[in-house]
């Protein structure tokens, strides 16, 4: 288990956010990158958040007060109770309405593949509910005892009992994608699929279409969102001296192509992202994941 207790400060006060990670079961670590926690205590002027892509899908538990989506300008939705997010392809903003307590499992990209038959292209960019999703009783009987566990490692043991009955034949992960996305993980993205391939060019069709339904994005997508990751990260750490460094560590042609992709993904350039306090939460989550 991780703990990050990180106070921002915002509109002239300062907010705690409580942000846990914690490890998952040994028979899911393949396809779960970790469970999560995050308590913020409420506060009616608490700005929006701008959620970033990571190349991962999450499956979300509010057990506190409801939150919104913009879906555009001030227009919102109340997101559901129990819900997964499909692959982020652009940026969109949260709010919460008072306390904030969400439970979350965050899965590799090619992780929640294995659960559902629901191709995953199809969950990109919105909520779909866990009744959707999964037989209508047991999701409504999974989120019940999700809201009405007393702890935090009774909430990881119900989830991960509930996938664990749900766990297809791994097989269903494609050797050539899930090698593909090994890949792009240990180079930070930074190489190109074309590289990745190799004498293997002409299934870069066949890899698209495999990656568009168990990962829900192109291989080059997630290539970047993964080298964007990275380079955000270095920001985040104060990792490099300036930000040509970190263009030429994580692979960018140059400052003006980092920038690029940087605007790309979260709306700001990367000076005006570190004092942003719509930036605040996704500042504590990709500097630590």
């Not at 846990?20 to 926690?37: G, N, R, S, Y």
């Not at 999450?58 to 989506?69: P, Q």
């Not at 990745?196 to 997630?222: A, C, H, M, T, Y």
């Not at 930000?243 to 992709?261: C, G, M, R, V």
């Amino acid at each position: 288990m991780t703990i990050y207790l990180v106070v921002v400060r915002h509109s002239r006060t300062y907010h705690p956010m409580n942000y846990q990670t914690f490890k998952p079961h040994p028979d899911l670590e393949a396809l779960v990158k970790c469970h999560w926690t995050l308590e913020v205590p409420a506060d009616m002027e608490a700005p929006r958040q701008r959620v970033i892509p990571d190349g991962c899908i999450e499956m979300f538990f509010i057990l506190g007060d409801d939150v919104k989506r913009f879906t555009s300008g001030d227009d919102f939705i109340i997101q559901p109770r129990a819900m997964v997010f499909g692959q982020i392809t652009e940026p969109y903003y949260v709010q919460p309405t008072g306390y904030v307590n969400t439970f979350a499992v965050r899965f590799y990209p090619y992780g929640f593949a294995n659960f559902v038959k629901t191709p995953i292209q199809d969950l990109a960019d919105k909520e779909t509910l866990l009744t959707t999703l999964f037989e209508e009783n047991a999701a409504r009987e999974l989120e019940q005892r999700i809201i009405e566990a007393s702890s935090t490692n009774t909430r990881i043991e119900i989830v991960e009992s509930f996938l664990l009955d749900r766990l297809t034949d791994q097989s269903t992960v494609d050797s050539i994608v899930k090698s593909t996305i090994d890949t792009l993980f240990l180079t930070k993205g930074g190489v190109p699929i074309n590289s990745i391939l190799k004498d293997e060019l002409s299934k870069r069709r066949n890899l698209e279409r495999k990656f568009s339904k168990q990962v829900g994005i192109s291989p080059k997508q997630l290539g970047k969102v993964i080298r964007l990751q990275a380079a955000l990260k270095m920001l985040l750490n104060k990792e490099a001296e300036n930000l040509t460094q970190i263009a030429y560590e994580s692979e960018y042609f140059d400052q003006a192509h980092f920038i690029k992709d940087f605007r790309e993904f979260t709306g700001v350039n990367p000076k005006e992202y570190l004092n942003d306090d719509q930036m605040m939460l996704s500042s504590l989550i990709y500097s630590k994941d």
